[in-house]
Antibody, heavy 119, light 107 residues
Framework: QVQLQESGPGLVKPSETLSLTCTVSAGSITHNYWSWIRQPPGKGLELIGYIYYSGSTNYNPSLTGRVTISVDTSKNQFSLKLTSVTAADTALYYC?????????????WGQGTLVTVSS | DIQMTQSPSTLSASVGDRVTITCRASQSVSDWLAWYQHKPGNAPKLLIYKASSLESGVPSRFSGSGSGTEFTLTISSLQPDDFATYYCQQYHTFLYTFGQGTKLEIK
């Protein structure tokens, strides 16, 4: 079955850019939608945004202007960039696949990666 | 944004118990509601989508019901593997949102 694995720095300084990559294995990134979700410590899950393999995106309006999600089909990866981070961006970041034919249901998730924003 | 509220926040139960978790939406989401199970350090797992459709491979002791603004997840007979945190998710709008989670603990 499809597997997802997040990777990237676990520590980012305030005002810098958070960059994460999600590698998809045992499945193709093509013809699917992919999503990033985060969970700040002690808080609930929050949509960051999602991308189609062709590159079209949708972002949470609360993050618009700071977030970019991109896809690299040759590497079977999609990525997240979040600029001008603050302590409020400290969270467990997950990538997930949107279930085909069930729009916005997340059928496969990564284990998550903790990103701490601190100087 | 559509707000999702789960109750209870924590639930203590024993193996073999029947348990029900409730999820309420701040406005109607029709039946665009999913449930996930999450254990620390693991990937969240899809259990139910479209309010009552069981995801492939999920044991039949899990069931979902409801529509509009009120939904329930029921586990008919708790197994040791079921102790985890459960989240509901509405996907009625492109800005999908989650409940705050219900932690199911061993009594």
């Amino acid at each position: 079955q499809v597997q997802l694995q997040e990777s990237g720095p676990g520590l980012v300084k305030p005002s810098e850019t958070l960059s994460l990559t999600c590698t998809v294995s045992a499945g193709s990134i093509t013809h699917n939608y992919w999503s990033w979700i985060r969970q700040p410590p002690g808080k609930g899950l929050e949509l960051i945004g999602y991308i189609y393999y062709s590159g079209s995106t949708n972002y949470n309006p609360s993050l618009t202007g700071r977030v970019t999600i991109s896809v690299d089909t040759s590497k079977n990866q999609f990525s997240l960039k979040l600029t001008s981070v603050t302590a409020a961006d400290t969270a467990l970041y997950y990538c997930a696949r949107i279930k085909p034919e069930q729009w916005l249901v997340l059928d496969f998730w990564g284990q998550g990666t903790l990103v701490t924003v601190s100087s | 944004d559509i707000q999702m509220t789960q109750s209870p926040s924590t639930l203590s139960a024993s193996v073999g118990d029947r348990v029900t978790i409730t999820c309420r939406a701040s406005q109607s989401v029709s039946d665009w509601l999913a449930w996930y199970q999450h254990k620390p350090g693991n990937a969240p797992k899809l259990l139910i989508y479209k309010a009552s459709s069981l995801e492939s491979g999920v044991p039949s002791r899990f069931s979902g019901s409801g529509s509009g603004t009120e939904f329930t997840l029921t586990i008919s007979s708790l197994q040791p593997d079921d102790f985890a945190t459960y989240y509901c998710q509405q996907y009625h709008t492109f800005l999908y949102t989650f409940g705050q989670g219900t932690k199911l603990e061993i009594k």
